[in-house]
């Protein structure tokens, strides 16, 4: 009887998850109490006023605030002078408000509208038309132009 191996073996087709570490509010940021400043592995960062280090060595705000980055030499256990940096929260009375940014990107299917009369865009009393887009296909142009049309009959 013949045989051969069943299904064969690979090295291949492993991957770790990313651990999504770093720096999460950046210095001069306004942060509320509890906001992670920085997830790291060891203490890169060290904590310094009104912050706290978490067991994973994460660094969490304690107090509503400004978050600040500052360096400090300090000698070492042998003696040896390092720059060790620290992050603190820098205390204010109001609670921060964190807004969303506005973006200043249009719709994608937005119109732009153009006066027949005096070729210019805007809202002005006249007869209106689809104005030509540049990255309109001429199909689509058409379609429009003929939707037009049909409006003014």
Same mark, same amino acid.
């Given at each position: 009887?013949?045989?051969?191996?069943?299904?064969?073996?690979?090295?291949?087709?492993?991957?770790?998850?990313?651990? $999504?570490?770093?720096?999460? !509010?950046?210095?001069?940021?306004?942060?509320?109490?509890?906001?992670?400043?920085? $997830?790291?592995?060891?203490?890169?960062?060290?904590?310094?006023?009104?912050?706290? $280090?978490?067991?994973?060595?994460?660094?969490?705000?304690?107090?509503?605030?400004?978050?600040?980055?500052?360096?400090?030499? !300090?000698?070492?256990?042998?003696?040896?002078?390092?720059?060790? =940096?620290?992050?603190?929260?820098?205390?204010?009375?109001?609670?921060?408000?964190?807004?969303?940014?506005?973006?200043?990107?249009?719709?994608?299917?937005?119109?732009?509208?153009?006066?027949?009369?005096?070729?210019?865009?805007?809202?002005?009393?006249?007869?209106? %038309?689809?104005?030509?887009?540049?990255?309109?296909? %001429?199909?689509?142009?058409?379609?429009?132009?003929? =939707?037009?049309?049909?409006?003014?009959?």
């Amino acid at each position: 009887m013949a045989h051969r191996k069943a299904g064969g073996s690979t090295q291949l087709g492993r991957d770790s998850i990313s651990k $999504r570490l770093g720096v999460k !509010i950046f210095g001069n940021q306004k942060c509320n109490t509890g906001n992670i400043i920085i $997830r790291q592995h060891g203490t890169k960062f060290h904590a310094g006023e009104n912050v706290m $280090r978490c067991n994973d060595d994460t660094l969490m705000a304690l107090v509503d605030g400004t978050v600040k980055f500052v360096s400090k030499k !300090i000698r070492n256990y042998t003696g040896k002078l390092v720059t060790r =940096r620290y992050v603190s929260v820098i205390k204010s009375d109001t609670p921060v408000e964190i807004k969303p940014k506005k973006t200043g990107a249009k719709k994608a299917g937005a119109k732009l509208r153009v006066n027949t009369k005096t070729n210019t865009p805007g809202k002005k009393k006249g007869e209106w %038309k689809v104005a030509r887009k540049p990255n309109m296909r %001429k199909t689509t142009r058409k379609h429009l132009v003929a =939707r037009e049309t049909k409006k003014n009959k």
